[in-house]
């Protein structure tokens, strides 16, 4: 038995953290959200290259799509590999078919040559025509200069801006900080500790969430239109869903799986296309919030884009050579941890 959805929405990825599984353990072991990104993301960014991104955002795109996820916001950084870095990403989504919304995330935590750096390559992909939001990496890594900059571009650009907003306690200046430049376009991801209500959509992450340690969002409790996404744990958005559910159920037991299924539903507003994507579920109930809420395991067998293309098919991508892209990945992992 089987049924169709749409395909889903990532509302948040980071498409070049699909190599870091497995990487060395740090040389201190992080006790809390700003040595987590200290210890592990700061050092794995840094020793990104573009064959490294490339691979990284094509394997992490297989996988959405054996997801049944056929679109993506992805946030980017990779310090040493800014330039062109935005074109890579798009350039694997696109080979696999996957949607992409890129962002380069701009930080002065390299030096303010860095933060300019990454707003520019913002500029040059989106006036070249692709499509994507302006990139922060979060206020408490930004000088306000920096982030009027990244506003003031996105205005231009006529997108929105996509950025960490009060992940851990140490960005809880974020709300004061953004109040005056936040638009309803765009897209604050976490909001756990935000202290006001700003402009715009939430990115609800609870997995990533539960895993820094950062506290639950209660992002049931908000004005804003909320969305899912993994912040860089795969893509499995059925999987984030049922989360979503029994992370809200332990604080609020009224709560039912059709407001987790609507926040998977509100990423449209951000990619409407996979509106008209199709995926074929191996389970005959895949488009009843309730059914999935109580059903680990669903799998995605067919995914038929809204241009008619077969993407998957028995579980298998057609564009490309799965076990091919695992081992060119798993390459690209073994250069990557040998330079951390
Ligand atoms: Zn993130």
Redesign the pocket.
């Known amino acids: 038995m089987t049924s169709t959805t749409p395909g889903l929405v990532c509302g ?1 990825h ?1 498409l070049y953290s699909s190599l870091a599984r497995g990487m060395p353990a740090p040389p201190l072991q992080p006790t809390n959200f700003l040595e987590i990104l200290q210890q592990v993301w700061w050092r794995l960014d840094i020793a990104l290259d573009l064959d490294m991104i490339y691979w990284s955002a094509k394997l992490g795109a297989v996988e959405a799509l054996m997801s049944g996820t056929t679109g993506i916001i992805d ?1 980017h950084e990779s310090p040493n590999a800014i330039e062109g870095s935005l074109d890579v990403i798009a350039q694997a989504c696109s080979e696999v078919g996957v949607r992409v919304v890129c962002s380069y995330g701009v930080t002065d935590r390299q030096g303010v040559d860095a933060g300019q750096r990454g707003l520019e390559e913002n500029r040059r992909f989106i006036a070249s025509g692709g499509r994507g939001m302006v990139g922060v990496h979060a206020a408490f890594t930004c000088s306000d200069e920096l982030l009027e900059s990244a506003s003031g571009l996105a205005n231009d650009l006529g997108v929105g801006v996509h950025i ?1 907003v009060a992940e851990g306690v140490d960005d809880i200046s974020a709300g004061a900080r953004l109040e005056k430049l936040a638009q309803d376009n765009w897209l604050l ?1 976490h909001c756990v500790h935000l202290d006001r209500e700003l402009r715009g959509t939430i990115a609800h ?1 609870p997995r ?1 969430n539960m895993n820094n340690g950062v506290g639950y969002a209660y992002p049931s409790r908000r004005a804003n239109k909320i969305i899912l996404g993994t ?2 744990i795969g893509a499995d958005m059925l999987e984030e869903m049922r989360l979503a559910y029994v992370a809200y159920r332990s604080d609020e037991v009224t709560l039912s799986p059709d407001l987790a299924w609507s926040w998977l539903e509100n990423g449209y507003d951000f990619i409407p296309e996979c509106r008209d994507d199709q995926v074929t579920w191996n389970y005959d109930h895949s488009d009843s919030p309730w059914h999935v809420a109580f059903t680990p395991g669903i799998r995605a067998i067919n995914v038929r884009s809204s241009e008619g293309d077969e993407l998957l098919q028995d579980g298998l991508p057609t564009r490309v050579d799965l076990n091919e892209v695992r081992s060119k990945a798993s390459e690209a992992a073994i250069r990557l941890f040998a330079k951390l």
Do not use: A, I
Request: no cysteine.
């Open positions: 948040h980071h946030h960490h991801v992450n990533s912040d860089g």
